[in-house]
């Protein structure tokens, strides 16, 4: 308990033993469309970090929320348990990775529950246990059986720190150590920054790539998705239309091989181009290769400048193309020219097929590069038919149009010389490629799902039967490399074919796949003949509101929907898409920077939660920013938290002790009256801002009606005797509001009204007030106090006897309305041209050119009568804030040179002192 605040220990302890003995987050097995709130499942470290208190916040308020609102709910939590982490951890600890594991998840658990977090644990699944990864295993065999799995040779990116291969979405850029010799940019393991090197090895692959069209064309399909993740999808998958082009790459004799030596003219054959510019072949200038590309890396070993370049310069992160000339021709297919060939960083292997012509007057990249290497700029595509070519010396042009300078074909659109120069062109076809690659899933290391194969002589790979699955994990050896190659008993076993002497497969399944699917096992968990029950999938799924890091953009989001279609292709699932809606939380900071042990800037949950209590973190942390976004850390917030928290249990108390804040002086029946139809209206506005907010996932906001509701009820009290009914249901609805983000103190006060029941499952209050009134009324109100403000201080009056509010003549009114729907250019003369507006005379003159000259900023405001009641309602506030009597009068009652300055929305204020 914090020295100036309430026992938030004892509080919370109480309500999450009460919440699970009367099972209040079960999701029962028969309920027919559960809304589904899931957050990214977290590898057991044995440590909560403030990440994950964001992430399952935002998850558990959404949840609690929509229970509140009357939906079944299912809102699980499991745990991504296999990873190289352990396997490290136990080698260091010379213990073994499932006993560090699962105390890791036990403390998670713990951390979890302290948190007050609403899960379903009878729905818990954790991917290292044997009857979790016996589905991974039969799900192998399944894409095995649609011929989605391939064994190959492959180049891969190995970690030499991990000892293991990483997925292509698993290398990231970097910097070279500083000191290294392998100056620049180099790839980077994802989990250890440790440079990666590559090796040929034989990999097991899953062939994403034949559901590469589908998944790029679906991203348009998901509007609940951010823009920025659909795009990074997008951008990996990379479908590009265009031609391939062959080209004839030469060099001619003479040339040097780089190390002075003369070389006879080689014939390096055809090498194939990929465009999506064909129309601009005219004006090739170059021809360029990825650093990569097997005519770059035989030139590598031949040519020392070009070994440098390719080993230690090339740098396709960087923020300028760079390259080196090789002495190569390649021979433009259409003119015949020869075009010098370049070893160039910005060529990529994985785009196309690693090579392309370069038209530096129609690419900007090319532009770049042509004006670094001094290499000519030749226009072939004007913007039109009546244009001339281009100026493209300092700018490259590169859209579409009409070319030109290109021999016959010129006077044709760019699409038309497209398709006849792919048509013309021998040996050119029409192809589209994708940046996406098949996803190799080996890894040589212990703790993941054997992959559930044996090879044998005879009868080469053989899938395990699916009788015998799951292929469990022998015990763990601490050795060096992959503990599964030094386990000979377990690695020795028959074929299953041919019933010879075989070997077990050693490589184990990337962990991606383990969460590829984790979303449909919390389904059925507990189902021991199929990986989840397809009926119940297919009413259950798609998850509804997904929340994770932005971090697993084309990793896990993008693997989870190639299962997901591949599993509605051959196992009957309906849906194609497993996430309806996604939300990727920004960052918990420190001053800026992201929260790191390595930085020490770590701030410990557990330790807030022992200090403040799981509610002031919480509300801290929904508060701060809106979730999609970055925040710092800051004790301050924490604290005003926790104080706002304490201020709400006394005032609940206070209240419930019999305590209505009676005032004589203000206890008269039109003030007591009015105030508390204030009141009751900043009930009902905070309840439809709120709840729209809370459907939205914009707690901040929706927390801020809260706070502000509980603010008014306290300034209430303070001001009058309060109406006992109006002040219980605005501490009834404060609550209510504030329960999904602070549970636990929330459901004490519950109580302490004398509720029923528990609030966690008490009914959302009803939304009956119209946003967008509520809205003008607070915006009345405020501009009014305001403005009275503003007057006193310039005034210089600090302690005025009474405040005079004139509302707005009805006429001004409906000049606004005239003013607001009308499409005439004079709008002056249109509202001069009105009997019931001209009658008013100068007044009117002057409004109308008051309306014209504002005339894109006019908003709608309160009708009259509305306006006049919000005001009278509302003087309670300017009266406390000024200590002075206030009048609400119609413009009919104030004098005429104060009635004039009256607007809509913008009453007139007299200030008497």
């Not at 292509?168 to 970097?174: K, R, S, Y």
């Not at 084309?554 to 989870?560: A, P």
């Not at 996430?579 to 960052?587: D, S, T, V, W």
């Not at 009105?834 to 014209?852: N, P, T």
């Amino acid at each position: 308990m914090h020295d100036d605040g309430y026992d938030h220990t004892t509080v919370e302890r109480r309500w999450q033993a009460a919440w699970d003995d009367a099972s209040v987050y079960r999701t029962p097995d028969d309920v027919s469309d559960p809304t589904y709130v899931l957050g990214m499942y977290p590898y057991p470290s044995g440590e909560m970090h403030m990440g994950h208190v964001r992430n399952y916040t935002i998850t558990d308020a959404y949840a609690r929320f929509r229970r509140m609102c009357g939906d079944d709910v299912l809102h699980p939590m499991g745990w991504d348990a296999f990873g190289l982490p352990a396997e490290n951890a136990a080698k260091e600890r010379d213990t073994n990775p499932r006993d560090w594991t699962v105390d890791c998840i036990d403390r998670m658990r713990d951390q979890m529950e302290a948190m007050g977090f609403g899960y379903d644990w009878k729905r818990e699944v954790t991917t290292c246990r044997p009857r979790y990864y016996k589905w991974n295993q039969w799900l192998f065999r399944r894409f095995a059986e649609a011929d989605l799995v391939e064994r190959r040779d492959a180049e891969v990116n190995w970690c030499p720190s991990c000892e293991t291969v990483l997925a292509d979405e698993q290398v990231e850029g970097g910097e070279s150590p500083e000191g290294s010799h392998e100056g620049g940019a180099v790839e980077l393991c994802w989990r250890c920054d440790t440079p990666v090197t590559e090796r040929e090895l034989e990999q097991w692959f899953l062939k994403i790539t034949e559901y590469a069209d589908e998944l790029r064309g679906d991203i348009d399909e998901l509007a609940g998705w951010p823009d920025s993740v659909r795009q990074m999808q997008r951008n990996w998958i990379g479908r590009q239309e265009g031609s391939r082009v062959p080209f004839e790459v030469s060099a001619a004799s003479g040339a040097s091989d780089g190390r002075g030596e003369g070389a006879e003219s080689r014939e390096f054959g055809e090498v194939d181009a990929f465009t999506t510019r064909l129309d601009t072949i005219h004006g090739a200038t170059f021809f360029a290769l990825a650093p990569d590309h097997p005519v770059s890396e035989r030139l590598a070993e031949e040519n020392d400048a070009v070994h440098e370049f390719v080993r230690h310069e090339a740098d396709p992160e960087g923020d300028e193309p760079n390259g080196i000339e090789t002495g190569l021709t390649a021979t433009n297919p259409v003119t015949g020219e020869g075009l010098p060939v370049f070893v160039a960083d910005f060529v990529l292997s994985e785009v196309g097929t690693g090579a392309l012509y370069g038209v530096p007057a129609h690419d900007d990249r090319d532009h770049a590069f042509a004006e670094k290497m001094g290499l000519d700029v030749e226009p072939v595509v004007a913007p039109d038919a009546d244009a001339d070519a281009p100026d493209a010396e300092e700018t490259a042009y590169t859209e579409d149009g009409v070319v030109v300078n290109s021999g016959e074909y010129s006077g044709l659109t760019s699409a038309e010389a497209r398709e006849r120069l792919t048509e013309t062109i021998d040996g050119a076809d029409v192809e589209t490629v994708y940046r996406l690659r098949d996803w190799g899933i080996s890894r040589q290391r212990y703790w993941g799902t054997p992959i559930p194969v044996v090879h044998c002589d005879d009868c080469g790979p053989v899938l395990v039967p699916e009788a015998e699955l799951p292929v469990e994990l022998p015990e763990f050896k601490n050795v060096t490399g992959n503990p599964l190659d030094a386990a000979e008993e377990w690695k020795s076993t028959t074929c299953p074919d041919c019933g010879a002497d075989a070997e077990r497969e050693t490589d184990t399944m990337d962990t991606f796949v383990d969460s590829s699917w984790y979303f449909l096992r919390y389904v059925s968990p507990e189902l021991a003949d199929a990986p989840f029950d397809v009926d119940r999938a297919n009413g259950w799924m798609p998850v509804d509101q997904y929340v994770g890091g932005i971090e697993h953009a084309v990793m896990h989001l993008l693997y989870s929907r190639f299962f997901q279609k591949v599993l509605a292709d051959h196992e009957g699932l309906q849906h194609r898409e497993p996430f309806e809606n996604l939300l990727a939380q920004g960052m918990v900071q420190l001053e800026g920077e992201k929260m790191s042990k390595s930085k020490g800037n770590v701030v410990s949950p557990q330790a807030i939660v022992e200090e403040y209590g799981a509610d002031t973190a919480r509300l801290f942390i929904m508060q701060a920013a809106q979730p999609e976004r970055d925040f710092d850390w800051s004790e301050e917030g924490v604290r005003s938290a926790y104080a706002f928290l304490t201020r709400l249990k006394a005032t609940v108390e206070t209240f419930a002790a019999g305590d209505v804040g009676a005032d004589p002086r203000r206890a008269d029946g039109d003030v007591a009256a009015g105030t508390a139809a204030y009141v009751d209206g900043e009930i009902d506005a905070a309840v439809a801002v709120a709840t729209e907010e809370y459907d939205d996932l914009t707690f901040n906001t929706a927390l801020r009606e809260a706070r502000d509701l509980v603010g008014t009820l306290r300034a209430y009290r303070e001001y009058t005797a309060v109406d006992p009914a109006v002040f219980e249901r605005g501490l009834a609805v404060a609550l209510k509001l504030l329960a999904p983000v602070a549970p636990h103190v929330c459901e004490e006060l519950w109580e302490t009204l004398g509720r029923e029941g528990f609030l966690v499952e008490a009914d959302w209050p009803d939304v009956t007030a119209d946003r967008e009134t509520a809205e003008r009324r607070r915006l009345l109100v405020e501009n009014t106090r305001e403005d009275v403000r503003e007057i006193s201080d310039v005034a210089g009056i600090d302690d005025p006897e009474r405040v005079d509010v004139v509302v707005t003549p009805d006429w001004k009114h409906e000049a606004l309305r005239v003013a607001l729907e009308s499409d005439a250019d004079n709008l002056v003369g249109e509202l001069m041209g009105r009997e019931d507006i001209q009658r008013h005379g100068e007044a009117a003159a002057d409004y109308a050119k008051d309306l014209q000259a504002e005339r894109e900023a006019l908003r709608k405001t309160l009708p009259p009568a509305a306006e006049h009641e919000t005001l009278r309602a509302a003087a309670w506030l300017i009266e406390r804030e000024f200590d002075a009597e206030v009048r609400v009068l119609r413009a009919e009652e104030a004098p005429e040179d104060v009635a004039t300055t009256a607007e809509p929305g913008r009453p007139a204020i007299d200030i008497q002192e």
